[in-house]
């Protein structure tokens, strides 16, 4: 079955540092790719989406994706958090033949000020 | 555009009682999709519909749950009976065509005594 493995449950950063969240999808065929951010209390936002082109994605407030098709990863990477961006961030994957978003776990992100 | 609108915003119902969540997807979008969050199992896909027509309810937990849409705006979700594991936070989602950007309502929070 498909899936969609986010590899950091928890990750803890102080300001200032450096963010990359893996993400990796079982699935050979064509995908849309998305990050998705949830805000304490707050519903999903898209961050970041990946349908086709150039493999490295600019998404809002600064984050960044690459997508890699011979390891079918697609990481989320900020070189400078801020504590704004404590919140959980979701990798999803559409598969090209269906309409259903495969989400990953989650990763739980916690910026120190 | 005013979004994906979901009511109610919060929920507290006792055990056995009867739970309608109703979501209105963004104008002209033509997917709804209903997920449903919870700490243990994360976001899961329960159905989802395109141009009015379930096209998958593979997710629906049990026959408890039903869900309806009457017309291009307006879906509901309904539990019944309702059980204190049917807690979680329940989205609303639409999209335009099933591959594209899926666009999350602020969610319902339910909670069963």
């Known amino acids: 079955a498909q899936s969609v493995s986010q590899h950091n449950h928890h990750v803890i950063l102080s300001e200032a540092a450096s963010l990359e969240l893996g993400c990796n999808y079982s699935y050979g065929g064509t995908v849309n790719l998305f990050w998705y951010v949830q805000y304490p209390g707050q519903h999903l936002q898209l961050l970041l989406k990946y349908f086709s082109g150039d493999p490295l994605v600019k998404g809002i407030k600064g984050f960044e994706a690459e997508f890699i098709k011979s390891k079918f990863s697609f990481n989320l990477r900020k070189p400078s958090v801020q504590w704004s961006d404590t919140a959980e961030y979701f990798c999803a994957v559409i598969l090209s033949n269906t309409g259903k978003l495969i989400f990953g776990q989650g990763t739980t992100l916690q910026v120190k000020p | 555009d005013a979004g994906v609108i979901q009511s109610p915003r919060h929920e507290v119902t006792e055990m056995g009682q009867e739970v309608t969540l109703r979501c209105k997807p963004i104008?002209?979008?033509?997917?709804l999709f209903w997920y449903r969050q919870t700490m243990m199992r994360g976001l899961e896909l329960l159905i989802y519909?395109?141009?009015?027509?379930?096209?998958?309810d593979s997710g629906m937990p049990e026959d408890r749950f039903s869900a309806k849409m009457p017309n291009a705006s307006f879906s509901t979700l309904k539990i019944q009976p309702s059980e204190p594991r049917d807690s979680a936070v329940y989205f609303c989602?639409?999209?335009?065509?099933?591959?594209?950007?899926?666009?999350f309502g602020p969610g319902t929070r339910l909670l069963v005594l």
């Open positions: 104008s002209g979008h033509d997917y």
């Open positions: 989602a639409s999209s335009l065509r099933g591959v594209e950007t899926q666009y």
């Open positions: 519909f395109n141009n009015n027509v379930p096209i998958d």
